[in-house]
Nanobody, 120 residues
Framework: QLQASGGGLVQAGGSLRISCAAS????????MAWFRQAPGKEREFVAA????????DYADSVKGRSTISRDNAENTVYLQMNNLKPDDTAVYYC???????????????WGQGTQVTVSS
């Protein structure tokens, strides 16, 4: 299971770190990713990190403002988001899968989501 947390309300230009704790799976063997879904929009890829923690991948919309990281000892993946914009408002989902790729179909396990709201 994946349990996302840390979402909330933040002003534009602010920062937020969301977390996703894994249980019941061999966390260190999985690539981890964050996706998001805004109201009325399709789910979109945000960032992904391989099991090694090296060579993370980011969507252009968050590149330079966000950092994905993981702690395999704590079975947790993080997404640090800086300089947040109202367009970042969405429910953020973490996911675990065999490869660090952008396609959602790659990911076998999904968290329940955490709401991030950025006010202007």
């Amino acid at each position: 299971q994946l349990q996302a947390s840390g979402g909330g309300l933040v002003q534009a230009g602010g920062s937020l770190r969301i977390s996703c704790a894994a249980s019941g799976l061999r966390f260190s063997r999985y690539a981890m990713a964050w996706f998001r879904q805004a109201p009325g929009k399709e789910r979109e890829f945000v960032a992904a990190i391989p099991w090694s923690g090296l060579s993370a991948d980011y969507a252009d919309s968050v590149k330079g403002r966000s950092t994905i990281s993981r702690d395999n000892a704590e079975n947790t993946v993080y997404l640090q988001m800086n300089n947040l914009k109202p367009d970042d408002t969405a429910v953020y989902y973490c996911a675990a899968g065999p490869q660090r790729i952008r396609e959602a179909t790659n990911y076998d396990y999904w968290g329940q989501g955490t709401q991030v709201t950025v006010s202007s």
